[in-house]
């Protein structure tokens, strides 16, 4: 399952073993394939082809895992517990319990659409798993995006974080895998788990790693990577050095225009075949009209001078015309990650849903686990 990855040429190769997981799912249950240890894992990763340090980064062991156990529920609570994923979701929403403040934030949504670090956007036609940024200074940390076929687009469908020795994987459902195992999750409560955080608002699975790095899951497609502005980064992300112009760099540092030869140069192919999903799509007049819709929502609006939408409600036509899942409104879940970029920047706009009357925060959680790992029927 595990595989050497090359990074470098000639003299100043170097490698990272690198591991993936493959998910199999069986009837209701979903066993989950244990996450391998990289043993030492950054084996000599000087990175000198990317500029990095010419010491490698120390590697600590992974300390016993902590962890909280949830309070028992109460017949009061009126909530959801879905054992198999051991996530407990109130049918209340609760305030969000994590936002990024500021930093440099790249952002994996709809169809998938990427904007990186520096706030270059562009179509993600790939199907691979990929380096989506990682520490190109130290080595610290990685994370992986792992993006998948879906209908007329690809879709990113886990999202994979190395640091500090510790390798955590966020699938659909908001499940965790830890090495084959589901760690616990309830609204509301922050959790360790050897030096990561995490903590979910019912609606956004939020991780603490590294040097106050986050990864910001919704569960389903979208993700937002939040870094500080002085990182030196690398991968799908871009370079996090405030130039958008030099983001398309590639893993041995050439600079090309394609969107796609910049991606493939960051797959990872020891464990499936990479390629390019060739279809396209045509935005409807129905998709623009749907998307202006709500980007331009009074309730919105406030945003506008903070965050550009232009991008963004493009993105959402093209993740409008691409879906195929009944009852799932595209348009709200690319809404979504605007509204995530503007509570970034310091606006609230916690009421977003009802008041530009998108899908209940309920049945988006409905949605979201029954199109995760499948489920047992969990008791309500």
Known sequence: M???ELIGEGNTLSYTVIYTVDLVCVGVHCPLAPVQKHDTDIKQFRLSVLGGSTSPPTVTPTPTPRMQTPEPLSSEDNGILFSTT???????????????????????MGDPMISTFDNRWYKQDGVCTYVMAMDCRFAQWFVYGRFTQFG??????????????????????????????KLIITVGKEYQFAEMT??????????????????????????????SPESRTCGLCGNNNGEEGDDFTSRYRQ????????????????????????????ITSEAEEACSALFFHPYILRCHDTVPVTDYELACARSYATNTYEGWRAE????????????????????????????????????TIANGCPQENPPV
């Open 2 to 4: 595990g595989g050497r």
């Open 86 to 108: 051991g996530i407990y979701i109130p049918t209340t929403p609760l305030p969000p319990t994590s936002r990024a403040d500021g930093g440099a934030v790249c952002q994996i």
């Open 152 to 181: 007329a687009a690809s879709s990113l469908e886990t999202v994979t974080v190395y640091s500090g020795g510790s390798v955590l994987e966020l699938q659909r459902g908001w499940i965790i895998n830890n090495n084959g195992e």
């Open 198 to 227: 995490y903590q979910f608002d019912g609606e956004i699975l939020t991780l603490h790693f590294g040097q106050g790095n986050q990864i910001r899951w919704n569960g389903f497609n979208g993700a937002q990577i939040v870094t």
């Open 255 to 282: 600079r090309v225009d394609n969107a796609y030869l910049f991606a493939s140069s960051w797959g990872l192919r020891q464990s499936r075949t990479c390629f390019k999903n060739e279809m396209e799509v045509e």
């Open 332 to 367: 709200c879940n690319m809404l979504q990650s605007y509204v995530l970029q503007c509570e970034t920047r310091g606006l609230n706009l916690s009421k977003w849903r009802a008041r530009t009357q998108c899908t209940e925060l309920e049945e988006i959680q409905k949605f």
